[in-house]
């Protein structure tokens, strides 16, 4: 257990939904940060929160969108999901400071 | 402009030896971290090593060692006494200043033949 804690771990739904990725951060990490990993994009960085504030934003889809939550939590929302959406989703949460990034295991989102 | 530039999209090794999986970089920050991750077929991301651009040491972790040449700006990931469990994906990535997001490069297939 890397301490980063992703669920679910797999998700399949159809196309148009509407689906929620959660990610609860190690203890005492205040960043987390979610990727989206796709055969033909890699590994790409989405959006940054540090302490309940959005800090850095990467390639995220308007349909996208984000928080986190005063315990830290962070929640990734996935809007009129497309077929292009399916993808292993990373949760990752560092220190402040910290040069240290734990990754959780991941969502595997499939949209049919 | 790519950060991260991985130009080997598959490497063999026998095992028993050692493996160089490269790693070039691009940043004009005086403070960045280098970071190597493992992704095996399960798909979690594994860390491995790291290397602070201040460091004047190459990082060691066990059978893992970075090479780290700054001028050059690259940071190669040595596997010494492969093993058939190393076979997997690997990623360089770097973290400019602190806090910040990781960049990852498109990766390394790693495939150890017995």
């Known amino acids: 257990d890397s301490g980063v804690t992703q669920t679910p771990k797999h998700l399949i739904t159809a196309t148009g939904q509407r689906v929620t990725l959660r990610c609860s951060p190690r203890?005492?990490?205040?960043?987390v940060y979610w990727y989206q990993q796709s055969l033909d994009q890699g590994l790409q960085f989405l959006i940054q929160y540090y302490n309940g504030e959005e800090r850095a934003k990467g390639n995220i889809l308007e349909r996208f969108s984000a928080q986190q939550f005063p315990d830290l939590h962070s929640e990734l929302n996935l809007s009129s999901l497309e077929l292009g959406d399916s993808a292993l989703y990373f949760c990752?949460?560092?220190?402040?400071?910290?040069?240290?990034?734990?990754f959780g295991s991941g969502t595997r989102l499939t949209v049919v | 402009a790519q950060k991260i530039t991985q130009t080997q999209p598959g490497m063999f090794v026998q095992e028993k030896e050692a493996v160089t999986l490269d790693c070039t970089y691009d940043?004009?920050?005086?403070?960045?971290?280098l970071f190597w991750y493992k992704q095996p077929s399960s798909g979690e991301m594994i860390f491995l090593i790291y290397?602070?651009?201040?460091?004047?040491q190459n990082a060691t972790e066990g059978r893992y060692s970075l090479n780290f040449q700054k001028a050059r700006k690259s940071a190669n990931l040595v596997i010494s006494a492969s093993q058939l469990g190393d076979s997997a994906m690997y990623f360089c990535a770097m973290r400019e200043g602190y806090g910040n997001k990781l960049v990852f490069g498109a990766g390394t297939i790693l495939r150890v033949k017995s």
């Open positions: 940043t004009s920050d005086q403070s960045y971290g």
């Open positions: 290397q602070g651009s201040y460091d004047e």
């Open positions: 990752a949460s560092s220190q402040q400071g910290g040069y240290g990034y734990t």
């Open positions: 203890s005492g990490d205040l960043s």
